[in-house]
């Protein structure tokens, strides 16, 4: 399969003779109600979303087994014990395992093989394949991180699957097809002489794609609307012999996007539901939430949708139980129910560690390799409401690279700003040997390094919208550190910028909080015409937050992985020192009186 190229072979046989070459899934009828009513039957739907490239249960940043405050557990390990369990309770009865997407992307063992050893060139079998084969799911969609490595790499992994990925609505911008596999059809089997049922899968991904991952998918892919996408393939899977249809999407149920209007709505599930005639059940992602059972109305049917997120990282189990009769020669749902398993229940699954366990011993390996030496501890932990250190560590490093990169040419003599994001509150740079490790905790994407213009008057609007992030404070009422924050902003979309020095005025409306902005170290006050150049993750170059100014023609775009760089400069110098990258310039007031 080619992206490129519209459908493989394949693909096509996916699709058109799905339900002549899926397998057979054999169940036994339940019992009947009693002798005037048909037989009941019963299927369960098992689903994941967001494993984000966790398959032990293992935090590669702190190199050990993973913990948080709940005791949750991670990885597709635990949740193969978990599907196993569920397979041998229900002693062979009907059982369909889908995902609903981004699952290459977000652990040091996903990174090392899409960038140390990339699958593309070296002939691994990607982990993510290793242990969802072994799992041995139905289908998976495509999440939006699936893009984050590019085209030919998403290619190779799909190719190394047992099982469809589906993308209803990512399409091939120079054919106009579906690029890959919109929809299968299963056909399971109920029990002896029982009729065969047709269930109907579709897979619709994320439109943010076309924003976030824009340097891989533009000119190749376009992302359609996933309520109209739906629209149009439930009829087509139904006239096509669908039973019953699921769709497994990656997108939320809030309606809302953290993009602007220009592209389709980031988390439209609960729409899908209550637009879409035909739909009994939706499984989704994206939004990292625990939603363990919804019912949504459908406004044209009066149907209710069942729908149904398990949170993330193989932390949770979707368990979805359908009851169904055969009435005139069809089939019909007479209830249905969706319940939620913990992963931290089960022993991880043995043959799963088993396929994957050579690789990551050569991550943790590569983690644990010191790139330098470090003065004393420097912590992110109050990195949101305080300048610190280790987040002017990366301000330093990109400002760098910048500079460097400029030199000689037109804009060598302009003054190179640079944003960072505490995407970590527990990222720690240790005092003594730093390790891969920490530098992959502090940065936990996969973000390259690029540069725009902007002018002062843009640079203000820009850090008025990120002064959003914190909640309206008067003066003298308490301040919590754990609660200063809006909870709907994630710690991602709050940027801090070096370069200039500013105050954050908490104890004023949202708009009207940069009380003062300057250029260093005392000088004049910014003028809405002076002109910077400013170093910037592509995720919020290319729109990601939406974020005012900053989506425009990049000046700079080697396409060096930020990370990476971090880590390069600690190897180059040997040593991590305060004093050479630390310069406060930003901090939050009322009234003019520090906060902290």
């Given at each position: 399969m ?7 072979r394949?693909q096509v ?10 397998p057979?899934v054999?169940?036994?009828p339940?019992?009947a ?8 039957y ?5 689903g ?13 940043y702190r190199?050990?087994e993973?913990d ?13 014990s ?6 041998a309770?229900r002693r ?13 992307q ?5 990174t090392?093989?899409?960038?140390q050893e ?29 893009f ?9 992994w ?23 596999t ?9 029990g ?12 619709l ?7 976030w ?10 992302f ?8 149009k393939?439930?009829?087509?899977m139904?006239?096509?012999?669908a039973d ?6 990656h997108?939320g149920d809030?309606?809302?996007s953290?993009?602007?209007p ?7 599930c ?12 939706i499984?989704?992602?994206?939004a ?6 919804r ?13 149904s997120?398990?949170s993330?990282?193989?932390q949770r189990?979707?368990?979805m139980?359908?009851t ?6 069809r ?7 969706a ?5 931290n ?6 043959k799963?560690l088993?396929?994957?366990?050579r690789?990551h ?7 644990n ?7 004393v ?5 109050e990195s949101?409401?305080?300048d610190?250190?280790?987040l002017d560590y ?5 400002t760098d690279v ?6 000689g040419?037109?804009?060598?003599d ?5 944003i960072?994001a505490?995407f970590?509150r527990?990222?720690?740079?240790p005092a003594?040997?730093?390790r ?6 502090l940065?936990?994407y996969?973000n ?15 850090l008025e ?6 909640r ?6 308490p301040?919590d ?18 370069g200039?020095d ?12 940069i ?9 004049a006050?910014?003028?809405?015409t002076d ?7 592509n ?10 100014g ?16 971090l880590?390069?400069?600690a ?10 990258f ?5 901090r ?9």
């Open positions: 080619t992206p490129l190229t519209g459908p493989s394949r046989l996916a699709v058109a003779a799905a339900a002549a070459a899926a057979i054999g169940a036994a339940a019992q109600h009693g002798p005037s009513r048909p037989k009941t019963d299927l369960t739907v098992l994941t979303s967001d494993t984000h490239g966790n398959v032990y249960n293992w935090d590669y190199d050990a993973y948080d405050s709940a005791h949750n557990d991670v990885g597709v390990a635990k949740l193969a978990l599907v196993k369990q569920i397979r309770e062979g009865r009907a059982t369909l395992v889908l995902d609903a997407g981004d699952t290459i977000g652990t040091s063992l996903a090392y093989y899409a960038k990339p699958i593309t060139s070296t002939g691994e079998t990607h982990p993510m394949a290793r242990a969802m084969n072994i799992l041995d799911y139905d289908a998976v969609t495509l999440g939006n991180h699936e984050n490595y590019g085209l030919p790499l998403l290619d190779k799909i190719r190394q699957l047992g099982f469809p990925a589906l993308a209803a609505n990512a399409v091939n911008e120079r054919t106009g097809k579906p690029a890959f919109p929809y299968v059809i299963k056909k399971v089997s109920l002896h002489g029982a009729p065969t049922l047709r269930v109907g899968i579709l897979g991904t994320n439109p943010g794609t076309a924003i991952d824009r340097g891989h998918v533009e000119g190749k892919l376009r359609e609307d996933m309520v109209s996408t739906a629209a393939w439930v009829p087509v139904r006239e096509r012999g019953l249809v699921l769709i497994s999407a997108g809030s309606g809302t953290s993009y602007g220009e592209l389709p709505n980031e988390n439209p609960a729409l899908i539901a209550e637009q879409v005639p035909g739909i009994d059940a499984l989704f992602g994206h990292h939430a625990e939603v363990v059972e019912f949504v109305t459908n406004t044209r049917t009066g149907e209710r949708v069942l729908m997120e398990p993330r990282w193989g189990l979707t368990r139980d359908f169904l009769e055969r009435d005139r020669n089939w019909r749902i007479t209830g249905k129910r319940t939620m398993l913990n992963s229940t089960v022993p991880e699954d043995p799963v088993a396929a994957v366990r690789q011993a050569k991550t943790v390996a590569y983690v390799q010191v790139v330098a030496t470090s003065a501890e420097l912590s992110a932990a949101r409401y305080k610190t250190p280790i990366i301000n330093r490093v990109q910048v500079t460097a990169a400029l030199a040419g037109q804009y060598a302009l003054p190179v700003l640079s960072a505490p970590s527990t990222a720690v740079f003594g040997d730093v891969i490790k920490d530098v992959a905790g940065y936990i996969d390259t390094l690029e540069a725009v213009l902007v002018s002062g008057a843009e640079l203000r609007a820009y919208y990120s002064a959003k992030y914190f309206t404070l008067g003066p003298g009422a301040v550190p754990a609660q200063i924050n809006d909870p709907s902003v994630p710690d991602y979309n709050y940027d801090t910028i070096s200039v500013y105050d954050i005025d908490i104890s004023r409306p949202v708009g009207q909080r009380t003062s902005l300057t250029h260093p170290g005392g000088g006050a910014v003028a809405d002109q910077f150049m400013i170093a910037v993750n995720y919020r170059r290319s729109g990601g937050g939406n974020f005012p900053i989506v425009k023609p990049q000046i700079y775009n080697e396409q060096q992985e930020i990370r990476q760089l880590i390069d400069w190897q180059d110098r040997g040593s991590i020192d305060p004093a050479d630390f310069q406060p310039n930003w939050l007031v009322r009234e003019g009186v520090p906060v902290f």
